[in-house]
């Protein structure tokens, strides 16, 4: 599957974004998604994980409650909707794949070494 990724912008602080992911539609369900954030200097990060139907997420600890992360198989979308974002929050944002067999239809990873493929990167701007 190749993934593109948009929705990045510049906001100020306690604004939202929605960052959406698009893959091929080809077995797009049975790839488990995540979102991931870098920022200069440091390493990337997990921000968010959604199971092959969508019934499981997972999140970081900094963006629960404020970040929501959905997909829509049938259009090979995995969507991050982003509320009140804070400085900390800005990163080049990716998008992330990994193949599984229908059987680990819960499974989700939080680490990027799980993640074969990747999108190109989106970046978030929050101002204070």
């Known amino acids: 599957v190749q993934l593109q990724a948009s929705g990045g912008g510049s906001v100020q602080a306690g604004g939202s974004l929605r960052l959406s992911c698009v893959g091929s539609k080809r077995d797009f369900s049975n790839y488990v998604m995540g979102w991931f954030r870098q920022s200069p200097g440091k390493e990337r990060e997990f921000v968010a994980a959604?199971?092959?139907?969508?019934?499981?997420?997972d999140y970081a600890d900094s963006v629960k409650g404020r970040f929501t992360i959905s997909r829509l198989n049938a259009r090979a979308t995995v969507s991050l909707q982003m509320t009140n974002l804070q400085p900390g929050d800005t990163a080049v944002y990716f998008c992330a794949a990994k193949w599984l067999d229908a059987r680990s239809f819960s499974s989700t990873y939080d680490y990027s070494g799980a993640y074969p493929l990747w999108g190109q990167g989106t970046q978030v701007t929050v101002s204070s």
């Open positions: 959604i199971s092959l139907s969508g019934r499981r997420t």
